[in-house]
């Protein structure tokens, strides 16, 4: 029987009442590492890994000494130190005078398999934070708009003459902008604000850009080290993203200095192999351009590394901290194709690696990753064009209209694409423009333009939204419309806007 039981391919390992190993096959020695000779005698407690509860060999052995099967799985440790995840399934054997004489286990290594699992469990826990995190953006973006516009409104009629007012003002201000870029940040990782297509750029000169403006905003105690190559390859990204990428993770190795340190930027062209990209189910073998942020703080404590890229998990202070820093620099990453490791020891420092596919840079695209410059100038004072506002919600409606009337414009405010659109249809000779939300109930923004654009083709319409894609864009693009806001906006980008749109001519 032990014959046959050698040329199965499952690891077979068999045991005496008490535990004690008496024979194992050649699948036993490839899978845990042991030879047979090292493991004979021994008892199978050498396999442990540490991370198991007790209860479940406190299970274990109930069930076997009653003489039943047993099936579980287990984190096991190889001879080499490595952990894998087992599959195991333990019969008693009993002897001719009915008591059990040995026990059999079956193997089966199921690492791949759990490391599978535990990346699709993952990805649809992200799935549903996305989704939270979308609608909760969108929110947001509309309880921020009303307070921005209000703002730029209040500043304008108080004047210079109520210094502390404006004082006071300047604050709402900066605090409502602040929200405004927590919201964008939701949304860049729930994937639902896709930023304009990405292109190949130089990313030395983001990292060159990133320490200019650590070295003025930083604290003086933190030396900043960049040892960024002239020759490094170029990477296809967003520069908006990549920015987002290098500022959250220098600002968390800031803040993971309190009373000062070094922190040192690092890049180079890797080529990595099979065997480095497999932990990363997304990432191919292929050439790279390695980012790295390290730091010498604190360090990250082993029982919550394995957190630290969970959306709204912090380890900083109440309002310190988001919790969406990491999960959206991983966010960033893994769509563009790379991956992000960490390496971090308490009381020395962290580094986080960022690795993004190497693509091939064309002296054209490097010049184009510099700044294309500020949008023309137009005139922000209206004569009285009369400006259809469209959105679903009563606040932002409301300040809008308030903004516009301020500046010598009439305005039609309608709840809903199909409001909108009968108002338009009675009143096609006089309005002027169209200012439209695009995530409304009902007739949405795009269907609202594109019955527009059937009902008066050369109607001008400014799309507004909090959570708008590249493919939205191009949809919108095709239909005429060039003018893009983000909510929330400020009084004086949707007045320049505005201008700017009835200035073109007919």
Not at 250 to 279: F, H, I, S, Y
Not at 297 to 316: A, L, N, Q, Y
Not at 440 to 449: D, K, R, S, W
Request: proline share 5%; charged share 20%; hydrophobic share 40%.
């Amino acid at each position: 029987m032990l014959a046959a039981f050698g040329t199965i391919a499952n690891a077979i390992m068999i045991t005496d009442p008490s535990g004690t190993i008496r024979w194992v096959n050649r699948a036993f020695s490839e899978l845990t590492g042991y030879a047979a000779a090292a493991v004979v005698g021994q008892t199978p407690r050498l396999l442990k890994s540490g991370r198991q509860s007790p209860a479940l060999y406190r299970d274990l052995w109930a069930t076997i000494l009653s003489g039943r099967v047993w099936r579980g799985a287990s984190i096991n440790r190889r001879c080499d130190g490595r952990l894998y995840y087992c599959e195991q399934t333990i019969t008693p054997l009993c002897g001719p005078d009915g008591r059990i004489a040995q026990f059999v286990s079956v193997m089966n290594d199921i690492t791949e398999r759990k490391r599978m699992e535990e990346q699709n469990l993952h990805m649809q826990r992200q799935q549903i934070i996305g989704t939270l995190a979308s609608g909760v953006a969108h929110d947001l973006n509309n309880i921020l708009a009303p307070i921005m516009m209000s703002v730029g409104i209040l500043k304008e009629r108080l004047g210079s003459a109520h210094e502390h007012d404006q004082g006071l003002l300047a604050l709402i201000e900066s605090c409502a902008q602040r929200g405004g870029d927590i919201t964008r940040q939701l949304l860049v990782f729930s994937h639902a604000a896709e930023e304009d297509d990405a292109r190949p750029i130089q990313p030395r000169r983001m990292v060159e850009e990133t320490v200019r403006l650590m070295e003025a905003t930083f604290p003086r105690n933190i030396e900043i080290v960049n040892l960024t190559p002239d020759d490094l390859g170029g990477v296809t990204i967003h520069v908006t993203q990549l920015h987002q990428v290098l500022m959250n993770l220098c600002v968390n190795a800031r803040d993971a200095m309190p009373a000062g340190g070094r922190l040192t930027l690092n890049a180079r062209n890797v080529t990595l192999d099979e065997k480095q990209t497999w932990p990363h189910v997304h990432a191919k073998p292929g050439v790279y351009v390695m980012l790295s942020v390290a730091d010498t703080g604190c360090g990250i404590p082993p029982e919550v590394i394995g957190r630290i890229f969970d959306p709204f998990f912090t380890t900083k202070d109440v309002g310190k901290g988001t919790g969406l820093g990491l999960s959206t620099v991983q966010g960033i990453v893994t769509h563009c194709g790379g991956f992000l490791t960490v390496d971090s020891e308490l009381g020395r420092g962290s580094t986080f690696a960022v690795h993004l596919p190497a693509t091939p840079l064309e002296a054209e695209a490097e010049a184009s990753a510099e700044p294309s410059g500020v949008l023309p100038p137009a005139c922000t004072d209206g004569h009285g064009e009369l400006i259809l506002v469209v959105d679903d919600e009563p606040t932002v409606r409301a300040a809008t209209s308030l903004l516009l009337e301020r500046s010598a414009y009439r305005v039609l405010t309608a709840a809903d694409g199909d409001e909108a659109l009968d108002l338009f249809v009675k009143r096609r000779g006089e309005v002027r423009l169209v200012l439209t939300d695009l995530l409304m109930p009902g007739m949405a923004g795009v269907a609202l333009v594109r019955a527009l654009r059937d009902t008066a083709a050369g109607v001008r319409v400014i799309a507004m939204n909090g959570n708008l894609g590249a493919a939205q864009r191009t949809e919108l693009a095709a239909l005429g419309v060039t003018e893009f806001l983000q909510k929330p906006c400020a009084r004086s980008t949707l007045l320049q806007a505005v201008g700017r749109q009835l200035s073109v001519p007919k």
